[in-house]
């Protein structure tokens, strides 16, 4: 039996929100002690010297868009797969919007299989809450949970019917699967690119009132108080829409929220002169909204954050600011952009891996996101002051569309390890 | 006299000492343009090329005059009859014309950012001849040429922007650029068509059109866009017109000498009424046409000095 011993870490732990010194021994793929010494004596172990470097949970991504089926010269589970492992990531959550989109119990085996066969970290697909996004029927809910289906989502396609809402968070509900929903009133975002104010403006962009995204939540947590589904927004991403999540807390319901990292690190300003690696959806935000998320985040307010990891191609990215394609990608470069937020003392590191592994995987049903004995041996070693100029070309994943290119960034993944297998080590 | 920009994608970028170069020198080719010989060589040996992705006849025909005028070979392309029919992303058709080596594009687009991102990737000077709602440059200038020779001065009036704020480039650089030069705008329409943040822009906000005008030295009708709305932003036409479209009583309002303008074309009896537009004592837009040649010949002349300060580009 191998067992190996991370001596000499610095132990973040989400769970006890505690930065210290201490060691971490994996056996047969389960982390099986965690010592608060950081040189521990353990007899037949190999020794991976972490050097003073934070040991955390790897991080469990929800949201996760592979070009697998339909855009595979975008991103296919294999590339998705490395870019995760060099970012830390040690779950993937993946979407279902691919095309076709994972709506039956056979597409959601075909992603299974493929993950099996390509991916070097965990997978775990979501499908599709209506049959091919139209907001008209349910899928089939019970065959895609026994298939495997982490959540139910129609990712940016919100139901605008909410009968036939209603009915799909009713059966889900009894199933106990979680739903997935995208906040955004339809009619008001309809065309949108940019969020309503001055910038907008003087762009000269569609842009959407903020509100739209709280009347999109507040329409879905009165679904939730009428149906009792367990409910997780994808991203909320405005102050506007906040008090209606914390009201939705304090009456108990089971509804929980996340934020893409680009929406905590990047404002609407970003977008400068129409640069479209910077579109995204929803749309970026103000600055205030930006700090207010922030504190939602440090509060517990808003749960989890994601990558959001969406590859476009070149050409889909190089058009006019309105027809080029949304979305950016991030599996790589979410933890060393999210550690500006540390960087600038905004965030403690307990408090960043309660966003990024312990509360996605609880939220999920999962034992991962914990350094705690018997917790699957998902780990992420990182240096985080260690400064990067990111270099888009560089990136493993297919798709090079991330807003960060070029930019001066601090942390760098050292190791990361799925199930006790060390699945990337920078060194090599 | 310093302008020190490669292309002229918006008013945004501009100092106030860069416009008044623009305009000084403008006021020049109104002279030129008013002999019998009209020609000058500025851009002799230069190739300028009109994209036009938008129908337009009188901005067209305007930079057409305006290059012929200073000696460049101007071609004009309509492109929504061309290649994006087929399918060719605004990218391949411009190093598709960049290839060509020309000196002067010149892009009208539907799409707001369409001018700078054919600056990025080709090798001569843009000229933005209105992209989305974003910018016209060379209509705010021409229109502050306008307004200077009539004032006698382009600082401290008051100007009164009217009607649809929200889909207009036009409004959008006049405000950028009457504010630039120490203006006080006022912004007159329906709130459905103003733009959102527009408290952040330093203007006066009116929904009633006759306070909008108090006193005001300049009027300012916009064109009702129409086929920019995707509906439901007035009621009506006619009610439109009745609260908002400019006619002797509500100009009454206004600073006895006060002058109205249109950018053009008008939709007579909707935004403003006919006979007020064609009243030579008031109306101004038979300038703002002349005015336009002139400024657009300055705009080029400008660019062009500076492209031909530039050390050739030698491409492979």
Not at chain 1, 257 to 286: C, Q, W
Not at chain 1, 322 to 328: C, N, R, T
Not at chain 2, 254 to 278: K, Q, Y
Request: aromatic share 4%.
């Amino acid at each position: 039996m191998t067992r190996t011993l991370i001596a000499n870490a610095r132990l973040i732990d989400p769970e006890a929100g505690t930065d210290a010194p201490g060691a971490l021994l994996i056996e047969a793929g389960r982390i099986a002690q965690v010592f608060d010494t950081p040189a521990p004596q353990v007899a037949d172990a190999t020794v991976v010297e972490a050097g003073g470097k934070c040991l955390a949970p790897g991080i469990v991504d929800i949201g996760v868009k592979v070009g697998e089926p339909g855009e595979r010269h975008k991103e296919s589970l294999g590339t998705a797969g490395q870019a995760a492992a060099a970012g830390g990531v040690t779950t993937l959550v993946t979407r279902p919007d691919t095309q076709p989109p994972i709506d039956t119990p056979e597409a959601l085996e075909f992603i299974r299989r493929r993950a099996n066969e390509a991916a070097p970290v965990n997978v775990l697909p979501m499908a599709a809450l209506t049959k091919g996004f139209a907001g008209a029927e349910m899928t089939e809910i019970g065959f895609l949970l026994d298939a495997g289906a982490a959540a139910f989502t129609d990712c940016a396609h919100v139901v605008s019917d909410t009968k036939v809402l209603s009915r799909a968070m009713t059966y889900a509900r009894s199933l106990g699967a979680l739903v997935i929903g995208h906040p955004q009133d339809p009619g008001l975002s309809a065309g949108a690119v940019a969020t309503s104010g001055k910038f907008a403006s003087l762009r000269g962009l569609p842009s959407v009132s903020p509100m739209a995204e709280r009347m999109g939540l507040d329409r879905d947590i009165a679904l939730v108080e009428m149906t009792g589904a367990r409910y997780h927004a994808d991203q909320v991403t405005t102050a506007r829409a906040l008090p209606a999540l914390e009201r939705a807390k304090r009456n108990g319901f089971d509804v929980t929220a996340g934020i893409s990292m680009h929406h905590l690190t990047l404002n609407e300003l970003d977008v400068a002169d129409y640069r479209t690696f910077f579109k995204l959806t929803p749309p970026l935000r103000s600055e205030e909204d930006r700090q207010q998320v922030v504190e939602a985040l440090r509060s517990g307010l808003i749960d989890v954050i994601g990558s959001f990891h969406t590859p476009q191609d070149e050409e889909s990215k190089r058009l006019p600011f309105e027809e080029a394609a949304s979305g950016a990608v991030g599996l790589e470069t979410m933890l060393p952009v999210l550690l500006r937020l540390y960087h600038a003392d905004e965030l403690d590191l307990p408090v960043l891996f309660r966003a990024l592994a312990l509360n996605p995987a609880r939220r999920l049903g999962l034992e991962s996101g914990r350094l705690a004995r018997g917790a699957p041996a998902d780990l992420v070693l990182f240096d985080p002051d260690k400064p990067l100029v990111l270099d888009r070309f560089k990136l493993r994943s297919k798709s090079k569309n991330t807003p960060f290119d070029g930019a001066r960034l601090q942390g760098r993944v050292l190791g990361t390890w799925v199930a006790g297998t060390r699945v990337f080590d920078a060194a090599t | 006299m310093r302008f020190d920009h490669r292309h002229l994608l918006g008013i945004e970028p501009l100092r106030p000492d860069e416009i008044v170069t623009i305009l000084d020198l403008a006021d020049q080719y109104v002279d030129l343009g008013r002999r019998r010989d009209k020609h000058a060589r500025a851009l002799a040996g230069l190739t300028q090329i009109n994209m036009f992705f938008e129908s337009s006849t009188r901005t067209q025909a305007s930079f057409e005059l305006a290059g012929k005028r200073l000696g460049a070979d101007v071609m004009s392309m309509a492109m929504q009859a061309s290649s994006i029919k087929k399918g060719e992303t605004l990218i391949d058709t411009a190093m598709t014309l960049n290839a060509m080596h020309p000196d002067l594009l010149v892009v009208r687009h539907p799409q707001s950012g369409a001018a700078d991102l054919l600056a990025q990737k080709v090798n001569c000077a843009v000229l933005n001849a209105g992209d989305g709602r974003h910018e016209h440059p060379t209509q705010a200038l021409l229109d502050a040429l306008t307004i200077r020779r009539a004032k006698g001065r382009l600082h401290r009036l008051s100007v009164a922007i009217c009607g649809d704020i929200a889909h207009s480039r036009v409004a959008r650089s006049n405000i950028l650029l009457l504010h630039k030069m120490e203006n006080r705008v006022r912004l007159v329409g329906p709130p459905t068509l103003m733009p959102s943040g527009i408290e952040e822009f330093g203007v006066e906000v009116f929904d009633d059109m006759e306070e909008g005008l108090r006193d005001v030295d300049v009027v300012m009708m916009l064109r009702l866009q129409r086929e920019r709305m995707d509906g439901g932003f007035i009621p009506s036409e006619r009610e439109y017109f009745h609260r908002y479209g400019l006619d002797a009583e509500k100009l009454a309002h206004a600073s006895p000498e006060a002058i109205v303008m249109h950018p053009g074309p008008m939709n007579r009896g909707v935004e403003i009424d006919g006979t007020l537009a064609d009243d030579i004592n008031r109306s101004v837009i038979q300038d703002q046409v002349e005015m336009g040649v002139a400024v657009r010949m300055a705009a080029m002349d400008l660019l062009a000095r500076n492209l031909r300060a530039r050390p050739t580009e030698v491409m492979a």
